[in-house]
């Protein structure tokens, strides 16, 4: 049963581009959560997504940033316009059900603003 | 806001050392999880407590749940370096908000 699947692992963008991260959930996993790790910080929750909803955006940016979970294929976090201050690592984590249940995380974007 | 609080946020240890690291709630919590993330890597579930005052025990690591629901610990005796990491706590409270603690970065020194 394959984990957590993030591509791509390393993603370099010059300021005002777009970056596009994927993540693909666990088998039998509905259940997408996005965090952002500033280097030598902890994690902060961004978005926690289920097929084809968004259920708590509370920590997602209010611009540049979206996400979407489509009903088939890959969680997408999209971040426009890219800034230095954007430079950090995304790890994406997958449940099977309830948000409360064990987080099975991927190896985690490293988004690098030049 | 709610807030999850982890001290120390950094500890160096000797090898063999115990360690010890708090997480504290503002609110209560349903449950509590913890997660190690390894220097470049990505979290890793470790355990999850749910009853209040609960203990449980891996190996050399030994986590509590805190009466109150409010403040949970984890314990490592005896460490060595494969402990190198940080450990976050995470607890989700009775609205079924999800919280992260701000981690505690463990170094072992040989």
């Known amino acids: 049963n394959a984990g957590v699947m993030q591509n791509p692992r390393h993603l370099v963008r010059r300021r005002g581009q777009e970056a596009r991260l994927r993540c693909s959930p666990m088998?039998?996993?509905?259940?997408v959560y996005w965090y952002r790790q500033l280097p030598e910080e902890g994690l902060k929750f961004m978005v926690y997504?289920?097929?084809?909803?968004?259920?708590?955006e509370s920590g997602m940016p209010k611009e540049r940033f979206s996400a979407e979970f489509p009903k088939e294929g890959p969680s997408i976090l999209r971040i426009q316009q890219v800034v230095r201050g954007d430079s950090a690592a995304y790890f994406c984590?997958?449940?099977?059900?309830?948000?409360?249940?064990?987080?099975?995380f991927g190896p985690g974007t490293r988004l690098t603003v030049l | 806001g709610q807030q999850v609080m982890q001290i120390p946020q950094y500890q160096h240890v000797q090898e063999g050392e115990d360690f010890t690291t708090y997480c504290n709630s503002s609110?209560?919590?349903?449950?509590i999880q913890w997660y190690k993330q390894r220097p470049g890597g990505h979290p890793v579930f470790l355990i999850q407590?749910?009853?209040?005052?609960e203990v449980k025990k891996q190996k050399r690591l030994t986590f509590q749940f805190g009466e109150a629901k409010k403040n949970s610990s984890l314990h490592i005796t005896a460490t060595q370096t494969t402990d190198v990491g940080t450990y976050f706590c995470?607890?989700?409270?009775?609205?079924?908000?999800?919280?992260f603690g701000t981690g505690t970065s463990l170094t072992v020194i040989p």
């Open positions: 984590a997958s449940s099977p059900a309830f948000r409360s249940d064990t987080q099975y």
């Open positions: 088998k039998g996993h509905s259940h």
């Open positions: 407590l749910v009853k209040s005052g």
């Open positions: 997504l289920q097929k084809e909803n968004i259920i708590d």
């Open positions: 995470a607890g989700e409270d009775t609205g079924n908000q999800f919280y």
């Open positions: 609110t209560t919590l349903s449950n």
